[in-house]
């Protein structure tokens, strides 16, 4: 497959940052330049993201028929590194919208010429499944299969992945961390603390990804009170994360634009036993004494109905949730 244009590349890294939950802007004054340069923000904290990507592309050798490559066109070594930031080196598969992640120390410096790096095309089906998937290389490098709401864990995380990816009862664990299977507290207690904390943010990563591609499915990525798409909805649990008994199940979430999802997560309304969205008077009243209440009337515009719930009466909000939650969040008449 000829490579695809950098336009078209940037926009399925917008995309793939947009679906691993965050949100980007692109900086580069070109399209064209290396690295592409971007602006992050998740979870209320922003990055600085350099990328260098080229499209991942048949290695071209009939005995190696699962060899793919991306070949480090218009670029001089040794690449750049992000002074405040991330860097990583990825490949773009265009045939399923899938990513591959290399390790930048390795490659970072190379000889003249169009130098390439290799993955096996497995790495990027079984990722397809399993949202990271990894591959050990004859040079012991680690390439790792990455799935587009998986790509800003992966970001997050690369240098480490990469580091420590080649020990092979990490890879095994971090593989069982993906496809959310459960791990014995004994095997994690063994680990060093380094390779711990990349099993943790990993896991924690991968379990938000789950938890957010569950609600954009269950909701047809629509907002549950405006039920507004255009790529501008979050997954919101019902019971918060800080609660014991909250959980990463459908029942427990809801999608929600990030106004409506602010606005939930800081009790301005709370959802009713009976699916209806409701305002907190109380929450109210302290913006109006405020000044602040500007916009509060179109805002309640949207309130006082049944949310649009998924079609699915499995995948539909818990009422024990639902009750919980107002308590946890001292909804005045629910506690």
Not at 188 to 216: P, Q
Not at 221 to 246: E, G, M
Request: glycine share 6%; proline share 4%; aromatic share 8%.
């Amino acid at each position: 497959m000829p490579a695809v244009s950098s336009t078209f590349m940037i926009d399925e890294v917008i995309a793939a940052i947009q679906q691993s939950g965050g949100v980007a802007a692109y900086v580069s004054e070109s399209t064209r330049t290396h690295p592409r340069k971007f602006i992050v923000s998740y979870l209320g904290q922003t990055y600085s993201l350099w990328l260098y990507i080229w499209t991942l592309t048949h290695g071209g050798r009939i005995s190696l028929p699962d060899e793919y490559r991306i070949q480090m066109t218009s670029v001089a070594s040794p690449l750049s590194s992000n002074p405040g930031g991330l860097t990583v080196l990825i490949g773009y598969y265009p045939d399923l919208r899938m990513f591959a992640g290399f390790d930048l120390r390795k490659h970072s410096i190379f000889t003249e010429g169009s130098p390439s790096v290799q993955i096996d095309i497995t790495a990027i089906h079984a990722a397809l499944q399993s949202g990271l998937s990894f591959t050990t290389k004859d040079n012991d490098e680690i390439a790792i299969g990455v799935r587009p709401d998986q790509f800003w864990n992966y970001c997050l995380n690369a240098d480490a992945l990469h580091l420590y990816g080649a020990e092979s009862n990490l890879t095994r664990i971090l593989t069982k961390v993906v496809e959310m299977e459960e791990i014995p507290r004994r095997e994690i207690a063994e680990l060093a603390i380094e390779r711990r904390r990349i099993v943790e943010n990993v896991s924690r990563y991968s379990r938000d990804a789950r938890f957010r591609k569950l609600i954009m499915g269950a909701y047809d990525n629509r907002c549950a009170v405006t039920r507004i798409q255009l790529r501008l909805v979050d997954a919101a649990h019902i019971l918060p994360v800080t609660s014991s008994a909250s959980s990463d199940d459908v029942t427990n979430g809801v999608a929600l634009s990030p106004t409506f999802h602010r606005a939930y997560d800081n009790c301005l309304i709370y959802l009713d036993e009976n699916f209806v969205m409701k305002l907190n008077e109380e929450k109210a009243e302290e913006l109006r004494l405020n000044n602040l209440d500007g916009g509060l009337n179109q805002f309640c515009s949207f309130l006082d109905k049944k949310i649009h719930l998924p079609m699915d009466i499995n995948q539909r909000p818990r009422i024990e949730y639902i009750e919980m939650a107002n308590r946890h969040r001292r909804i005045p008449g629910c506690i």
